[in-house]
């Protein structure tokens, strides 16, 4: 279903505890974990399919997105989910480009944001207003995005959402890479560069005191120059003695921009 109406109107038939998942669609097994996540854990499952343009730069891949909806649908059907809203833009902006918006707060500047200014912002309120909608009980995001996940869960806390939130840990090809809508774009030596991404944060990850640097030795022999490449504390604040910390690194492999994060033990 695409309108509000008919979204509001299913709504409104579900009853019990309510699982969300947003996603943009071009689903994988990463999607798939948080769903098959969603329906264990909840009465009703419910899943959103929206590639939200105001999270996009202007000089990003926004038109060339992968939307194979009727293979979205079908993974959505076999993962049990009990309602799928598909909308348009005009559907979730029904008043136009929204003037107010969700303020990510000083996080929202820093990695990713400082990469892709306003990013956040666009995420930030696209996810508001559909928390809003669907009122979850429970929602699932992969640590895959791990700044996204702090920054979901920060703002539900901050703006009293009400819904819960659950990071769900990152489904990797076999030989490490993590799963993405945009690896599609990975021609086939792109892509066996790409594991170069995953094999440094591993091996940060065994190297605590020297994690940026041991990393860096790696995307070095894969000739991977990162965005940015930084061990953090579990809330992507200052790392803290004898806590788990977050390695986190975005890099480009041919055109896409890949992310991914370990955590670093104590
Ligand atoms: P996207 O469709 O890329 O916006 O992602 C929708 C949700 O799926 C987000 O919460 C992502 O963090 C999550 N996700 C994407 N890739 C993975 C993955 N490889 N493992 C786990 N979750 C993922």
């Known amino acids: 279903m695409t309108s509000r109406a008919e979204l509001t109107a299913a709504r409104g038939q579900l009853s019990g505890d309510i699982g969300y998942v947003a996603t943009m669609g071009a689903l994988h097994a990463g999607h798939r974990a948080l769903l098959d996540r969603a329906r264990a854990g909840n009465r009703q499952v419910v899943v959103s399919i929206f590639v939200n343009p105001t999270q996009f730069g202007p000089t990003e891949d926004l038109s060339r997105y992968p939307r194979p909806i009727e293979a979205d649908l079908a993974v959505c059907e076999q993962a049990g989910a009990d309602l799928v809203w ?30 892709r200014p306003g990013h956040f912002a666009g995420v930030l309120t696209v996810v508001a207003k559909f928390f809003n909608l669907i009122r979850p009980t429970r929602t699932y995001f992969g640590e895959k995005d791990y700044q996204q996940l702090a920054l979901v869960r920060r703002m539900s806390l901050d703006l009293d959402l009400g819904a819960d939130v659950i990071g769900v840990p990152t489904v990797r090809e076999v030989d490490g ?76 492999v041919g055109s896409p921009r890949l992310l991914d994060n370990v955590e670093v033990a104590p």
């Open 86 to 115: 598909t909308p348009g833009v005009q559907d979730v902006y029904a008043a136009g480009d929204p003037r107010v918006t969700v303020a990510p707060g000083p996080l929202g500047n820093e990695l990713e944001g400082a990469a």
């Open 177 to 252: 890479l993590a799963l993405s809508s945009r690896n599609v774009y990975l021609d086939a030596v792109e892509r066996q560069r790409a594991v170069g991404i995953s094999r440094a944060l591993f091996a940060g990850a065994a190297d605590r005191p020297q994690a940026v640097g041991t990393a860096r030795a790696v995307l070095d022999e894969f000739g991977i120059v990162p965005d940015y490449l930084e061990l953090r504390g579990a809330d992507l604040g200052p790392v803290i003695d004898g806590e788990p910390a977050r390695l986190l690194v975005a890099a480009r």
